[in-house]
T-cell receptor, first 117, second 113 residues
Framework: EAGVAQSPRYKIIEKRQSVAFWCNPI?????LYWYQQILGQGPKLLIQ????????DSQLPKDRFSAERLKGVDSTLKIQPAKLEDSAVYLC???????????????FGEGSWLTVV | AQSVSQHNHHVILSEAASLELGCNYS??????LFWYVQYPGQHLQLLLK??????LVKGIKGFEAEFIKSKFSFNLRKPSVQWSDTAEYFC???????????FGKGTTLSVSS
């Protein structure tokens, strides 16, 4: 079974530039998540989609971050303009059901490493 | 608000030593509990999970964890570590009401051969 695919794996940009990350979840998974992992910390949820609808974006800095999942499959996360503190790994994850469902496991991609200089 | 605390930031062990990594969570409702591992250069992988039933859960690679509801704890254990267990370990929790998965800050385990 194919895992969660992400691209690009690595990106270096200057502050105030823009960047976009792409994610393809595991086939059939209704729930898709974007997490931000800053060095030395655990992943922090940015946004959660259920099919193509947003369920939780309470921790997404909406002045600069945006995300979409138009057809309920692939998703893109965009940062514009980027700040130095956005340097982090951006993890995409997916699960068959909504979080909290008994037996529901969240699977993570390899991450997209962003460095803002 | 939910939170997860991992007591040890960095643990250093010799091969064959026993391992216990602490994890405590803060949440008043019914929770699901997870341990994920991240080997160097690899993605987060699920080690084990607890949803209900037997509070002692066994995962991959000889790991196990015990859910102690009265202590809000879900400590990870392994009786004898190997060099290949060198990795970062994350405890995570979500509620059965459907809240997002919240992670602890992680514990880096270094095993020397």
């Amino acid at each position: 079974e194919a895992g969660v695919a992400q691209s690009p794996r690595y990106k270096i940009i200057e502050k105030r530039q823009s960047v976009a990350f792409w994610c393809n979840p595991i086939s059939g998974h209704a729930t898709l998540y974007w997490y931000q992992q800053i060095l030395g910390q655990g992943p922090k949820l940015l946004i959660q989609f259920q099919n193509n609808g947003v369920v939780d974006d309470s921790q997404l800095p909406k002045d600069r971050f945006s995300a979409e999942r138009l057809k309920g499959v692939d998703s893109t996360l965009k940062i514009q303009p980027a700040k130095l503190e956005d340097s982090a790994v951006y993890l995409c994850a997916s699960s068959l059901d909504r979080p909290g469902t008994s037996g529901n496991t969240i699977y993570f991609g390899e991450g997209s490493w962003l460095t803002v200089v | 608000a939910q939170s997860v605390s991992q007591h040890n930031h960095h643990v250093i062990l010799s091969e064959a030593a026993s391992l216990e990594l602490g994890c405590n969570y803060s949440y008043g409702g019914t929770v699901n509990l997870f341990w994920y591992v991240q080997y160097p250069g690899q993605h987060l992988q699920l080690l084990l999970k607890y949803f209900s039933g037997d509070p002692l859960v066994k995962g991959i690679k000889g790991f196990e964890a015990e859910f102690i509801k009265s202590k809000f704890s879900f400590n990870l254990r392994k009786p004898s570590v190997q060099w290949s267990d060198t990795a970062e370990y994350f405890c995570a929790v979500n509620s059965q009401a459907g809240t997002a998965l919240i992670f602890g800050k992680g514990t880096t385990l270094s095993v020397s051969s």
